[in-house]
């Protein structure tokens, strides 16, 4: 994240999500055919000038199937009310 407050003691919560095709930025100078945002806002609890912070996720296309959506679970449909991206992020890159 650039230019964010983000600290450990302060909090955000995922308000929306969408995507990107093609994505809109690279990575390491990669570019990628999608990228999804998820926007965040910070807690009413806290006070900061800057109440954001955008979390981007690239997508490249392949024949193997995705340890990412995979972990998602996406066969139970019924809404999230907490994700720890960091967790996802952790079982992927074992």
Request: proline share 6%; hydrophobic share 30%.
């Amino acid at each position: 994240m650039v230019n964010a407050p983000y600290t450990q003691t302060m909090r955000y919560n995922a308000e929306e999500f969408h995507f990107h095709h093609p994505g809109e930025h690279t990575f390491d100078g990669q570019p990628y055919p999608l990228e999804m945002h998820i926007v965040h806002k910070l807690d009413s609890s806290y006070s900061s000038e800057e109440t954001h912070c955008v979390a981007a996720i690239h997508f490249k296309i392949s024949e193997k199937p995705s340890a990412f959506l995979e972990n998602l679970n996406l066969k139970d449909l019924s809404p999230i009310k907490q994700l720890n991206i960091g967790q996802i992020c952790q079982k992927t890159t074992s």
